[in-house]
């Protein structure tokens, strides 16, 4: 980001500090060996027993020195009394001449098309041929990165995570979503949304970025009960109908 590089670690508790965290940039990129960093606390929100909002990643332009960092988690409508699927936005304020003043604020709550991230325990999510040990599906918190570009009149970012596509057979897929900030109001919305499942297997661990056109490349692990944990990739261009993956997937 403009001003400092931001950082997020899981915690036991929402009130459990330093999970948020921010180095100061032009010291580090200075050499400088006392660079400062900050940390605010989550603030209280539904959780799957992780704390660890994404904070975006600027590619291309950087924000004007100012502009509050924006970070995303998501919501699954079992986790709270109440509760609907939904992303929700925080803003990070970074001020390194008064620490004090820097704040981490949820600054939106968006509604999504309904899923499933009601996985095991046990993190035992994904088969795999030759073992009934199973794999990780990395359920309660968006893949790393959020890419975040600056376009004429909006921000955008896109994002993705593991969700259940088939609770009868624990089918685990990846859903992805492209949200747009209005560059005057400052208000974020879903542009698009999907779940790409385009077969039986098992996609999970997914990893979005958008190019200089609005492109969208999208790549994942892929395992099964015939076919090794592997990587594949879609993608779509920008002009395609919202919502869809496009590219086939090759096979790798």
Excluded at 177 to 205: A, C, F, K
């Amino acid at each position: 980001w403009s001003d400092g590089y931001y950082c997020t670690a899981n915690g036991s508790t929402n009130n459990d500090m330093g999970k948020m965290a921010v180095f100061n940039r032009t010291q580090m990129l200075a050499g400088n060996p006392s660079a400062s960093m900050m940390t605010v606390t989550y603030p209280t929100a539904p959780n799957f027993g992780f704390f660890c909002p994404l904070p975006a990643d600027a590619d291309g332009q950087l924000p004007p020195n100012g502009t509050p960092c924006p970070l995303f988690s998501y919501e699954d409508d079992t986790w709270a009394t109440g509760g609907i699927d939904q992303l929700h936005i925080y803003n990070f304020v970074a001020d390194w001449v008064t620490p004090a003043n820097t704040t981490l604020t949820n600054t939106a709550s968006l509604p999504t098309t309904p899923f499933n991230v009601n996985f095991t325990q046990s993190w035992t999510d994904v088969s795999q041929p030759g073992s009934t040990q199973k794999l990780d599906a990395i359920a309660g918190v968006l893949m790393y990165r959020a890419p975040y570009r600056i376009w004429t009149g909006y921000n955008s970012v896109v994002l993705c995570h593991s969700v259940i596509v088939n609770a009868g057979t624990g089918q685990v897929s990846t859903r992805w979503y492209e949200l747009r900030q209005d560059e005057v109001t400052g208000v974020w919305s879903i542009y698009q949304e999907g779940t790409y499942s385009p077969d039986t297997e098992n996609r999970w661990m997914g990893s979005i970025a958008m190019d200089d056109n609005g492109s969208i490349g999208f790549s994942y692990c892929v395992s099964g009960s015939t076919t090794s944990p592997s990587l594949r990739y879609t993608g779509r261009n920008a002009g395609d109908p919202l919502g869809q993956m496009t590219f086939t997937e090759p096979l790798q």
